[in-house]
């Protein structure tokens, strides 16, 4: 595979090796293909979840929030789920 590079990139990844972050250009692309990587797989969770939400919607499931206690309440909730989650994501590295 043959990918060409921006003068602002070939500039990046230079530097990085310069600056002992990475000692081959190999190694900081193999870097930023690993965090597509990741992101992309967190996009696939996150569309699989709205389709089973959109899911559960149909069905007639889930939650009416009327208030705006409501909502501030499924905030914090969905809050503290995420900052769950991100610890967990983070604990794995």
């Known amino acids: 595979m043959e990918v060409q ?3 602002d990139q ?3 990844v230079r530097q990085a090796i310069e600056s002992g972050r990475y ?3 190999e ?3 193999q870097e930023a293909l690993s965090l597509w990587e990741g ?3 967190r996009r696939a969770e996150i569309l699989a979840a709205v389709d ?3 899911a559960s919607f149909a069905r007639g499931e889930g939650r009416r929030i009327t208030t ?5 309440q499924l905030a914090d ?3 503290r789920r995420g900052l769950s989650r991100l610890a967990a994501e983070e604990n794995k590295r």
């Open 39 to 41: 992101r992309e797989r």
């Open 68 to 72: 705006s206690e409501g909502a501030a």
């Open 10 to 12: 070939k500039a990046l």
């Open 27 to 29: 190694d900081a692309l």
């Open 23 to 25: 000692s081959r250009e």
């Open 5 to 7: 590079f921006t003068d």
């Open 77 to 79: 909730e969905v809050k």
């Open 52 to 54: 089973q939400a959109e």
